[in-house]
């Protein structure tokens, strides 16, 4: 079973350096699409979730404006590095519930938009096929159709070409009825097999019609599913763009308060050296 990697890190899902350029996050996006795709790894279970999450990374990141969000919503990893011992212990941080609400809404609504567009990709390539299927079929009842003309044709002449040779008879061809009467059991069965044939044809060309037909509903059904879901698509946008400036304002927010916070304590630090001088003196 593949790998699924955290879906929080964008850059880890699109295997490229928080640094990385467009070229370079194309390329790898493009690579890695190529070798995710769920028809080439039917067998693999977690295929199509794995193929969204690629497809929303690449979405996100290629997008100046998203990426700057994404990036101040998920900030690198801190570096394993000592650190200088302070002299005043900060009261902790604890991330305000406003944020994690913001958050959470983001991290659904994008997991909803992928959804929509996996779904939305389907039923493009459905439409494509049906209105595929629809060319195809109406160049086969065009071709049936020149068929049944051309053999309409070909036997008018025949029927044409049987009765100016009648009119020719002579006296002589009174005493060869039962030659001619062997002649006409064989026109008759020709006939009939042609009639027959014929009625195959109309009946299969009435087949096509229907076919035809439920193939149209279809692509209009199609065509409204796919219409609906890009009206949803648009609004969950909306919403997610929505969600993430508040995400943003909250962060800020938190941002200002943390220094805030923090002069206020070195403040209260330098005071108390401040105090513990006099006491000294």
Not at 14 to 25: F, H, K, P, Q, S
Not at 72 to 78: I, K
Not at 97 to 112: H, Y
Not at 186 to 204: G, I, S
Request: hydrophobic share 35%.
């Amino acid at each position: 079973m593949a790998h699924i990697p955290n879906t929080d890190d964008y850059y880890a899902v699109l295997e490229i350096a928080r640094t990385a350029n467009n070229d370079e996050m194309k390329a790898s996006y493009k690579r890695l699409a190529l070798s995710r795709h769920p028809d080439k790894n039917r067998e693999n279970p977690n295929a199509t979730a794995e193929f969204q999450l690629l497809q929303a990374a690449y979405s996100t990141l290629i997008d100046a404006a998203a990426r700057r969000k994404y990036n101040l919503r998920h900030p690198p990893a801190p570096t394993a590095r000592p650190k200088p011992k302070p002299k005043y212990r900060p009261n902790p941080v604890r991330q305000p519930e406003e944020v994690r609400r913001c958050r959470d809404l983001v991290v659904t609504l994008e997991k909803e938009l992928c959804e929509l567009r996996f779904q939305k990709s389907q039923q493009e390539s459905l439409h494509a096929k049906t209105t595929y299927s629809i060319h195809a079929l109406a160049a086969a009842l065009d071709q049936m159709r020149e068929w049944e003309q051309q053999e309409a044709e070909e036997e008018a002449a025949r029927e044409a070409f049987v009765f100016s040779w009648d009119g020719y008879g002579s006296e002589e061809d009174m005493y060869e009825e039962e030659d001619m009467s062997e002649e006409e059991v064989e026109m008759e069965e020709r006939e009939a097999a042609r009639q027959r044939a014929a009625a195959e044809r109309e009946a299969e060309r009435w087949a096509g019609v229907a076919e035809a037909e439920r193939l149209w509903l279809l692509r209009e059904e199609i065509a409204r599913r796919i219409y609906e879901l890009g009206r949803r698509i648009a609004e969950l946008g909306r919403r997610r763009e929505m969600a993430e400036e508040e995400l943003v304002a909250a962060l800020e927010r938190v941002k200002a308060e943390g220094k805030k916070r923090k002069r206020g304590e070195e403040e209260e630090g330098e005071e108390a050296k401040q105090r513990e001088k006099r006491n000294r003196a």
